[in-house]
């Protein structure tokens, strides 16, 4: 069964702080895996997207990480800011006649001050 | 340039009245997905659009939802008699193509069916 798990649910962190969020899966055959942004009440923005070739994918201070041997990724967010705040969404594709997306549950995280 | 954008951005309606959202997709945008965000839970699946192929509406949760993309360009999604269980934001997202490109998701219409 394909599957995208998410650690930890939630995380709190000070500003300034660095944070790692892990995503683990069970999709196959494996297309790409993505990293969204939520806000709350708004649409997830794309961070990453990462292919089975890829290992590693920055955006400013967002880092994706892939290993496509264990089946996880994490997205490091270095020197976090209150802007940061938000729930990140693991979300990979299996590759079939159509690209079929498996969205994780989400990490929610809160800056602090 | 334009992004997706949905409408309405809230709907209350009653138990068993039918509702129609809307969402159009970024130009030339060939692939166009729905999903639903019930409160608290994650994204849901309901139906995907790619070009002039059939649709892909494994995700639908019952035979009361259904979709329509006219034109490869817009679409709407119809709830026919509306259930309390409805209730959630609804989102549309487009990409450019398949497998790689990025969906670039709308702000969602919230559900409320009282």
């Known amino acids: 069964k394909n599957q995208v798990e998410q650690s930890p649910q939630s995380l709190i962190i000070l500003e300034g702080k660095n944070c790692t969020l892990q995503?683990?899966?069970?999709?196959?055959?494996?297309?790409?895996l993505r990293w969204y942004k939520q806000d709350t009440g708004r649409g997830p923005v794309s961070l990453t997207i990462?292919?089975?070739?890829?290992n590693t994918k920055s955006n400013g201070r967002y880092t994706a990480t892939l290993d496509a041997d264990t089946k996880q990724s994490s997205l490091h967010i270095t020197a976090s800011q209150l802007s940061d705040s938000a729930s990140y969404i693991c979300v990979v594709s299996a590759r079939t006649s159509y690209d079929k997306v498996i969205f994780g549950p989400g990490t929610s995280l809160s800056v602090i001050p | 340039g334009a992004g997706v954008s949905q409408s309405p951005s809230n709907k209350v309606t009653e138990k068993g009245k039918d509702v129609e959202l809307r969402c159009d997709p970024i130009?030339?945008?060939?692939?166009l997905y729905w999903y639903r965000q019930s409160l608290g839970q994650g994204l849901e699946f309901l139906i995907y659009f790619q070009g002039n192929s059939a649709p892909d509406k494994s995700g639908l949760p019952s035979d009361r939802f259904s979709a329509e993309r006219t034109g490869g360009s817009v679409s709407t999604l119809t709830i026919q008699r509306t259930q309390q269980e409805d209730s959630a934001v609804y989102l549309c997202?487009?990409?450019?193509?398949?497998?790689?490109?990025?969906?670039?998701f709308g702000p969602g219409t919230r559900l409320t069916v009282l």
């Open positions: 997202a487009s990409s450019l193509a398949d497998f790689i490109s990025t969906q670039y």
């Open positions: 130009s030339g945008h060939t692939a």
């Open positions: 990462m292919t089975f070739s890829e």
């Open positions: 995503c683990n899966y069970t999709v196959s055959p494996f297309s790409n």
